[in-house]
Structures are given as C-alpha cells and as structure tokens.
C-alpha cells in the first residue's frame, strides 16, 4: 500500500526564518516527488518537483530527495506570511500515467 | 504555465439527482488526466484515471457505475456523479499533465465544490 506521512502540524516560524517541511514515503519504487501549496478553500498549487537524490533549488525553495531514507523535504528560505499554507507532499510510482498519493499535509503559519 | 479549468467551481443539487463536472486543459493537450476528491480537513484521495479514448481507470473503492468519466477529446473530461446523496458531497479537483513535457508535474484544476442536499 502506497503512504506518504507528514506531520500535520501546525508548524509556527517566524516571518524572514527557514521553514522545513518533511516527508516520508512508503514505496521504494516510487520515482518522482511534488511538493504542492494549498490555501484554505483553493486546490493545490504546483511548488517544485525532484526525480533525483540530491538537492534541487528555485528561489526561496529547496527540495531535497533521499531515496536509501525514503524521505523528501522542502526548505523555504526568508518565510514571508503570504507562505501560510497547508504543503502537500505527493509522490509518482510509475511515471506519468499514474496518478499522485498525496500526504495529508502539513499546516505551516509564518508569524509576522 | 499550463492551465487547468474546471465547471462549475460549485454546485448545490438534490439527493438523487446527477451532476456533470468538466475538466479542461486550456493551453496543452492530455490525453491522461486525474480526478481527485478532498474532503474536509483531509488531503487528496485519487478517485480515478482518465485516459482520452479508453475507458477510465478507477481506484480501489470508488464505485465506476457512480462516478461516470468521459475523456472524449485530448483537452476534456467529465466526471459525472449520478444518484448523487449527501455523502458525496465534497472538492472534487482534477489535474492534467502536458504529455509534451519531460517531466511529470501534474496541474490543478481550481476544483468544483459539490453540495448534495
């Protein structure tokens, strides 16, 4: 069975911090991972995404991969308030023909 | 970037009656696109696959007799619910990916909100 666990939070920092959102993922064959942003109300909004193990940076973002830990995160340098969120980590198995497991997201609030 | 739309963005129908939601990728072809359903406060629970021309692949237990998919053209798909009861109710999303990109990103829809009274 497909899982992908995130600690729900809410996780607090303050404004202009480093916020690190965590993710692990049951499924070793799994091949590509997404981080998504999801205000209250709205569906989710493509942040960044990372097929291999290292670090892969955008701006303020950073995704790291591990695959021998089975483990994904998201850095977000210089957290501004308009990052309060709900991050949903979801990952691939088989490529693009398959649909996405998502966690059940982590609710992130960035104190002014 | 590629965009999503979805009709409506709500809905408000009685028990028993059918809803018809769209999905279409305005600006890129699918000829694969996914229907998701999120209820309140819980993430997103893939419901079913919808390839253009084929039948629709749905996952463990979402009943395909009740949620009716059509991806008849490389741009739509629709998700009809039939008999539609209260425990329906819920954020229906779909996303498409750009079978032209090398990646695998898939992109929202801005969901259709559905009220089964």
């Known amino acids: 069975q497909k899982e992908v666990e995130q600690n729900s939070g809410p996780l607090s920092v303050p404004e202009g911090a480093i916020a690190s959102l965590n993710c692990t993922y049951s499924d070793r064959g799994s091949q590509s991972f997404f981080w998504y942003r999801q205000y209250s109300g709205k569906s989710p909004e493509l942040i960044m995404f990372?097929?291999?193990?290292g670090d892969k940076e955008d701006g303020r973002f950073t995704a790291q991969l591990n695959k021998a830990s089975q483990y994904v995160s998201l850095l977000i340098r210089d957290s501004q308030p308009s990052d309060s969120a709900t991050y949903l980590c979801?990952?691939?198995?088989?490529?693009?023909?398959?649909?996405?497991?998502f966690g059940k997201g982590t609710h992130l609030i960035i104190q002014p | 970037g590629a965009v999503v739309s979805q009709h409506p963005s709500w809905v408000i129908c009685k028990s028993g009656t059918s809803v018809k939601i769209e999905c279409r990728s305005l600006d890129f072809q699918a000829t694969t696109m996914f229907w998701y359903r999120q209820f309140p406060k819980q993430s997103l629970m893939l419901m079913a696959t919808s390839n253009e021309g084929s039948k629709a692949t749905y996952e463990q237990g979402v009943e395909k007799d009740k949620f009716l998919i059509n991806h008849a053209s490389l741009t739509l798909s629709t998700l009809t619910v039939t008999s539609a009861h209260p425990e329906d109710s819920s954020f229906y999303i779909c996303?498409?990916?750009?079978?032209?990109?090398?990646?695998?990103?898939?992109?929202f829809g801005p969901g259709t909100r559905l009220t089964v009274t």
């Open positions: 979801a990952v691939n198995i088989g490529g693009g023909a398959d649909g996405l497991t």
């Open positions: 990372i097929y291999s193990n």
């Open positions: 996303s498409a990916r750009d079978w032209t990109s090398v990646n695998y990103e898939q992109y």
